[in-house]
């Protein structure tokens, strides 16, 4: 009865969907990036009724969560908690050289104007702007107060920047301890369309669920796109990213759907609407 949210039941039973694909931080799970013991529970029990539906049915379903970022530190998470989650293989290439030249420059008006609050953690081909940590400064500090003010300073300098030099918002992934710059081609649209072909599903099957702006091409990918609604969330830093993808659907008159909780507990509205239409 927690999760119980009516609208996604009715709509998922209507439309049949047999695929889930989830952002992490800030929607299966909040800050502390942490799965709790009911959003746990409810995958394992999701991916269950995935496996009695296949059964049933002989048609494919999966469960994915999209999360470049932190693709190899969810995979053991992941599997710890004992639930399967289908493996997205980033392809990491260059970027095209015009758009890698914005990004050279990024990552030098960055430095310019964020000077000594930013270190950059790079793989050669995704500048991502962290928080520089002042020495001996204790984990409450940098995580809490720390990353509130200079940390969120920094990055709207960055989104600011970011926008002035022309790059495309959807290749901006901003996190509550990181600002990346996405590499065209490599993004979680990329992977789904990866998907579409590999298990022979259309898109319509799909559900998709974030909170931020480097979700928008995916929730407008998916059949059914959900919204993780913290944009009413009391921290200012999480109910802007949720406000500013929201708007961004509804400009380019996208459909998509909202849960009435925060974090988890929201994406837990939306295994329990998906566990209920595969049981019909």
Not at 235 to 242: F, I, L, Q, R, Y
Request: hydrophobic content about 30%; overall charge negative.
């Amino acid at each position: 009865e927690k999760y119980w949210n009516q609208d996604l039941v009715d709509t998922f039973k209507e439309l049949k969907p047999r695929s889930l694909i989830s952002d992490y931080n800030l929607t299966l799970c909040g800050k502390e990036e942490k799965l709790s013991e009911d959003t746990g529970y409810l995958l394992k029990t999701l991916v269950q009724e995935m496996s009695s539906y296949e059964e049933r049915t002989g048609e494919k379903c999966f469960f994915s969560i999209a999360s470049g970022n932190f693709a190899s530190y969810l995979e053991g998470k992941v599997a710890e908690q004992g639930i399967y989650s289908t493996p997205g293989k980033e392809k990491i290439t260059q970027p095209p050289a015009d758009i890698k030249a914005l990004y050279d420059q990024f990552k030098v008006e960055v430095a310019k104007e964020c000077g000594d609050n930013i270190y950059w953690q790079d793989n050669e081909v995704r500048p991502t702007v962290k928080i520089a940590r002042p020495d001996k400064m204790d984990d409450e500090t940098y995580y809490g107060k720390h990353m509130d003010t200079v940390g969120q300073k920094s990055f709207d300098k960055a989104a600011q920047i970011a926008d002035r030099l022309g790059i495309p918002q959807e290749y901006q992934s901003r996190h509550f301890d990181a600002f990346e710059l996405l590499i065209p081609g490599c993004t979680k649209v990329n992977a789904m369309e990866t998907m579409t072909e590999m298990y022979s599903m259309p898109a319509e099957k799909m559900v998709y669920m974030g909170d931020n702006m480097n979700d928008l091409g995916a929730l407008q990918y998916a059949g059914t796109g959900v919204v993780i609604s913290n944009d009413n969330h009391e921290d200012a830093s999480v109910k802007e990213k949720t406000q500013n993808l929201k708007k961004a659907l509804d400009k380019d008159g996208s459909s998509y759907m909202q849960t009435k909780q925060t974090f988890g507990e929201g994406a837990n509205e939306v295994i329990v609407a998906l566990i209920e239409a595969l049981r019909q």
